[in-house]
């Protein structure tokens, strides 16, 4: 992989088109097969004995892993440059793993403030369990560290918050997580790979959502664990005596597996780690397209007389404009919000749309908006709606890689007022 050692590297977009080929081809199949059997039988004892104790590849029980899963998880970790990557059944199901299989009551997490709204709501379910979680403004590592406890293990933070796109200091989290040994969980669904690789910063857990812009097509679930390489587990207080073989390097990810899969059942299907891989074999090129497309109508937006405010890490105008463009190499993804004037009704505006479809998603290859007060944040109620700054009026916009003419006259016959 690194330059320094291969005379002739390939690039990362190269080999994970040729990967399913190279691990081995299955009657001449391209694509690594679908393969929905749920359990596995050796045609000897030992072979069975073995696969079992961890000491030979292969598979036990679909719940913790399957062959096309496993060709997803290579492809995951080479994405990210990471040691290695377990899928789940969906975004929340990763988060979960994590959580349930490395922590324990009394231990306490610093988190973003700004988190996507089911992974906070999470965090409070954990709560009830004696988890201490401290919220804070991920945006100012400062914030982080004078949240900090004695019984803190880890700090969870996202790349770009939904819906206001706050850019959180991931690097300077990432030296203070290193400096406290603490382990740094990074959910990089809103950046992909394609933008920001997590390990740069120092974070030795990846949390994706891959339902969303890894899969791109908006036909599948999924989620996945990604280790980095970066935390040394044996750090960590809480592995089990039974997790404690082999390399030490692999002891975090193994118990996520055992808890996070074996136990609680969070597994990914097949069928969706099949149409994930086919998804991001194109996110590279998709992602291209949608950074283009967001920044265009975000530079646009910005210009209506019938818009008070845009929320795009891309426009100069944003707090974190120099930060975004430092770490995720001056592209600035597909989510930007917006906010109506006073006075306009956000249902007609949305009601007026032709092209851009009304859907709570993200990151799809299609347009998609929400009214944030009266969906995704009604839960939190007029007052704390008011303390996060979520107006009335704010749309929510997931940019896909339809024409950009076609977008613009669609918002522009949809905010005539
Ligand atoms: C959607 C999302 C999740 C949850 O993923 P699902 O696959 O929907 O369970 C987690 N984190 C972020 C940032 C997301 O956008």
């Known amino acids: 992989m690194s330059p320094d050692h291969d005379p002739t590297p390939e690039s990362t977009l190269t080999r994970l088109l040729h990967a399913d080929r190279r691990a081995g081809v299955e009657q001449g199949a391209l694509h690594k097969p679908m393969h929905p059997a749920a359990t596995f039988g050796y045609r000897t004892a030992a072979e069975l004995v073995a696969v079992f104790q961890g000491r030979q590849a292969g598979y036990v029980y679909a719940r913790q892993g399957n062959p096309t899963g496993a060709a997803l998880e290579a492809k995951l970790a080479l994405l990210e440059g990471a ?7 969906t975004g929340m199901a990763a988060i979960a793993g994590i959580l349930l299989a490395l922590l324990k009551a009394g231990d306490h997490l610093v988190a973003s403030k700004h988190l996507f709204g089911n992974t906070r709501s999470l965090l409070q379910t954990m709560q009830g369990f004696g988890l201490g979680v401290s919220f804070v403004d991920t945006v100012d590592a400062a914030a982080v560290e004078a949240a900090l406890e004695p019984a803190t293990r880890l700090v969870f933070v996202e790349t770009i918050a939904n819906p206001a796109t706050q850019v959180a200091d991931l690097d300077g989290i990432g030296r203070l997580c290193s400096a406290r040994g603490l382990l740094y969980v990074v959910d990089n669904t809103m950046t992909t790979p394609a933008l920001f690789q997590p390990r ?30 970066c935390f040394d587990w044996q750090r960590w207080p809480h592995i089990a ?21 074996r136990d609680f059942g969070a597994t990914l299907r097949a069928e969706d780690a099949h149409r994930i891989a086919t998804g991001i074999e194109t996110l590279a090129l998709r992602s291209v397209a949608t950074n283009a ?12 007389p019938a818009v008070e405010r845009v929320f795009y890490p891309g426009l100069e105008s944003h707090p974190q404009h120099a930060r975004a463009k430092a770490l995720f190499g001056g592209r600035f993804g597909g989510l930007l919000a917006f906010e ?39 839960e939190l109620g007029p007052q704390r709606r008011a303390e996060m700054g979520i107006a009335d009026g704010l749309l929510r916009l997931s940019v896909g890689i339809e024409a950009l003419a076609d977008l613009q006259a669609d918002w522009a016959q949809a905010l005539r007022v």
């Open 83 to 89: 040691r290695a990557a377990a899928g789940f059944s």
């Open 200 to 229: 740069t910063v120092g974070a030795g857990l990846i949390v994706h959502s891959l339902t969303k812009g890894l899969s791109g097509h908006g036909d599948a679930m999924g989620g996945a664990v990604v280790d980095t390489g």
């Open 241 to 261: 005596e039974a997790y404690q073989t082999g390399d030490p390097a692999g002891w975090g990810l193994l118990q996520i597996r055992k808890r996070g899969l």
């Open 293 to 304: 497309n967001a920044l265009a109508l975000a530079r646009w937006l910005e210009a209506q």
């Open 340 to 378: 109506l004037k006073a006075g306009i009704d956000p249902l007609a505006v949305l009601d007026r749309l032709r092209i851009v479809i009304l859907s709570s998603h993200l990151s799809d290859n299609r347009t998609l908006v929400i009214p944030v007060a009266q969906t995704i944040f009604w």
